[in-house]
């Protein structure tokens, strides 16, 4: 049995993979986000844990103008700048849509919002012009940030603490 066991392994890990992570953009995905929410916000941790959800402003401007495809591409480069703002020990999700999720281990509120001015400064920094030819657009985003187990003490309280916070942020300009 065990060796059937290790036989199904390789096909087990890549089940959960698939389960788990965005097909289009890589990161992983809300069901990560709430099934591993006790190794991503451990109460054993003497540092606390920012939790910051991203939202491109101008995403739905660009997915209109120039198609699905575009904004797919779009998704993907988000992904790929946000996960090279983030440690070793950080998580990006895909949350839904076009909303992104960063959890920041062992930081403090000062390190969540360097690590949020660093994300909307790489934003800004990206090249879409093979997206949005011949429009020059540059990226903007609305964070909000809320610290565990500061703010909040469960996955759902902590979400919608850092969701409310980015679209005040949003509709603040």
Known sequence: VQE???????WVLDLKKQLLCDKLTGLYNQVFF?????????????????????KPDNF?????????????????????????????????????G????????????????????AIIRSYRAMDIAEITAPDPIVITASIGIA??????????????AALRKMYRRRTSG
């Open 4 to 10: 059937s066991l290790a036989e199904k392994e390789p």
């Open 147 to 160: 610290m565990f187990p500061r703010h909040e003490k469960n996955s759902e309280t902590l979400v919608d």
């Open 60 to 96: 739905k401007e660009i997915n209109d103008r120039y198609g699905h495809k575009a904004g797919d591409q779009l998704l993907r480069m988000i992904a790929i700048f946000l996960q090279s703002e983030l440690g070793q020990n950080d998580f990006g999700v895909r949350f839904r």
């Open 98 to 117: 076009d909303e992104f999720a960063a959890v920041i281990n062992d930081t403090d509120r000062d390190g969540a919002i360097a690590h949020a001015e």
């Open 34 to 54: 709430k099934e591993e929410y006790d190794m991503l916000f451990s109460r054993d941790r003497a540092a606390e844990t920012a939790l910051l959800m991203i």
